[in-house]
């Protein structure tokens, strides 16, 4: 069945940067939507953004703007998320999760693991 | 962008409990809405999609209502693996959260 593996936990400093992968294994890649969301110690989920690899177009929640961005990789199945400028409220787990249909964004079946990100001096 | 906001917060009921989330939006999202269940230290499992299709493998216990602006998540009779925090979805426009309602030990 198809998974999603995340690539490993990371410690970043103030100002630095964050990129995080996220493999599809299993199953079709380029036509289903990876999206982004986070989760805050003790908080919510945050839907951060997406991508349809094969529509090459990104799309952000306006929060993040200028601050992230997501790209795919077709040649490996792998969806990317990159951080810039962390401040210590960007310490949070970060999830990869798959869309259900094709296409287009719809509600999520596949979830990764979840990437650990502490940001601190 | 579309807001979702859930209520309550908290509930707090015993097992064998008929339990009823709410979650509304703040524009039409006809049944662009997903249900997702979160234990503590694991991601997220999808429950029900397009307001109340339930996914393969979830418990029927689990079931859910609503269109338009106006959604409730219903567990019949809480069992103990239920006790956890569950959030509302909506992808009528990529995707935005509630902000979750945990459901606790009485």
């Known amino acids: 069945q198809v998974q999603l593996v995340q690539s490993g936990a990371e410690v970043k400093k103030p100002g630095s940067s964050l990129k995080v992968s996220c493999k599809t294994s299993g199953g079709s890649f380029s036509s289903f939507a990876v999206s982004w969301m986070r989760q805050a110690p003790g908080q919510g989920l945050e839907w951060m953004g997406g991508?349809?690899?094969?529509?090459?177009?990104?799309n952000y929640a306006q929060k993040f703007q200028g601050r992230i961005t997501i790209s795919a990789d077709e040649s490996t199945d792998t969806a990317y998320m990159e951080v810039i400028s962390l401040r210590s409220d960007d310490t949070a787990v970060y999830y990869c999760?798959?869309?259900?249909?094709?296409?287009?964004?719809?509600?999520?079946?596949?979830w990764g693991k979840g990437t650990t990100v502490t940001v601190s001096s | 962008e579309i807001q979702m906001t859930q209520s309550p917060s908290t509930l707090s009921a015993s097992v064998g409990d008929r339990v009823t989330i709410t979650c509304r939006a703040s524009?039409?999202?006809?049944?662009?809405l997903a249900w997702y269940q979160q234990r503590p230290g694991e991601a997220p499992q999808l429950l029900i999609y397009?307001?109340?299709a339930l996914q393969s493998g979830v418990p029927s216990r689990f079931s859910g209502s609503g269109s338009g602006t106006e959604f409730t998540l219903t567990i019949s009779s809480l069992q103990p693996d239920d006790f956890a925090t569950y959030y509302c979805?909506?992808?009528?426009?990529?995707?935005?959260f509630g902000q979750g309602t945990k459901v606790e030990i009485e």
């Open positions: 991508i349809i690899p094969i529509f090459h177009t990104p």
């Open positions: 979805q909506q992808y009528k426009t990529f995707g935005a």
């Open positions: 524009q039409f999202i006809s049944t662009w």
């Open positions: 999760a798959r869309g259900g249909l094709p296409r287009d964004y719809y509600y999520m079946d596949v």
């Open positions: 397009e307001a109340s």
